[in-house]
Antibody, heavy 120, light 110 residues
Framework: QLQLQESGPGLVKPSETLSLTCTVS??????????WAWIRQPPGKGLEWIGN???????YYSPPLKSRVTISVDTFKNQFSLKLRSVTAADTAVYYC????????????WGQGTLVTVSS | QSVLTQPPSVSAAPGQKVTISCSGS????????VSWYQQVPGTAPKLLIY???RRPSGIPDRFSGSKSGTSATLGITGLQTGDEADYYC???????????FGGGTKLTVL
């Protein structure tokens, strides 16, 4: 059974960089039929797609976040990561990692989510 | 402001049927597949419908999806109190080259 698990600091100071890692178990990340995605949800609000990465390293990012976001993949560790620079309180959210099949816009496996709070 | 528009809330009695709409444009719903997610507060979203109208294994046939033009609809029949949750639609936007979600709809089973 595929499992995804987010990890990283739960508190980040304003203007600093938010860094999260998603560890994939029960399956290989370097498969040609999947993208690996980050999605966030501010408290009490809806889902926001951040971006996704293919095992080759090719990426798509949300236009409003593109200038501040980097998603990378480490196939040896079976992990992919999110970096969001210059954070503000508006970046406070539960961050989810998820799997998306290459030929369909559906997120079929999700991590449990991790709350990241931006505060001094 | 979400790219896809959903009603903030819907409600119905146990055993009844409810529909949740998701409105978009030709660059997203009009030319791409739609998926739907159920989210119980405090938990991760769960895939309910993909490719407009297909159900993953384990999702009961009380849940259905449809699409017409630039709008999609999630239907739930035989409502149960356990169906109380937030529901989100999502799709790819070809103009933005980005994934987009609706703002979410809170379902109350009265």
């Amino acid at each position: 059974q595929l499992q995804l698990q987010e990890s990283g600091p739960g508190l980040v100071k304003p203007s600093e960089t938010l860094s999260l890692t998603c560890t994939v178990s029960g399956g290989s990340i370097d498969r040609s039929d999947y993208y690996w995605a980050w999605i966030r949800q501010p408290p009490g609000k809806g889902l926001e797609w951040i971006g996704n990465i293919y095992y080759t390293g090719s990426t798509y990012y949300s236009p409003p976040l593109k200038s501040r976001v980097t998603i990378s993949v480490d196939t040896f560790k079976n992990q992919f990561s999110l970096k969001l620079r210059s954070v503000t309180a508006a970046d406070t959210a539960v961050y989810y990692c998820a799997r998306r099949p290459h030929n369909s816009f559906k997120f079929d496996y999700w991590g449990q989510g991790t709350l990241v709070t931006v505060s001094s | 402001q979400s790219v896809l528009t959903q009603p903030p809330s819907v409600s119905a009695a146990p055993g009844q049927k409810v529909t949740i709409s998701c409105s978009g444009s030709s660059s997203n719903i009009g030319n791409n597949y739609v998926s739907w997610y159920q989210q119980v507060p405090g938990t991760a979203p769960k895939l309910l419908i993909y490719d407009n109208n297909r159900r993953p294994s384990g999702i009961p046939d009380r849940f259905s999806g449809s699409k017409s033009g630039t709008s999609a609809t999630l239907g739930i029949t035989g409502l149960q109190t356990g169906d109380e949750a937030d529901y989100y639609c999502g799709t790819w936007d070809s103009s933005l080259s980005a994934g987009v979600f609706g703002g979410g709809t809170k379902l109350t089973v009265l």
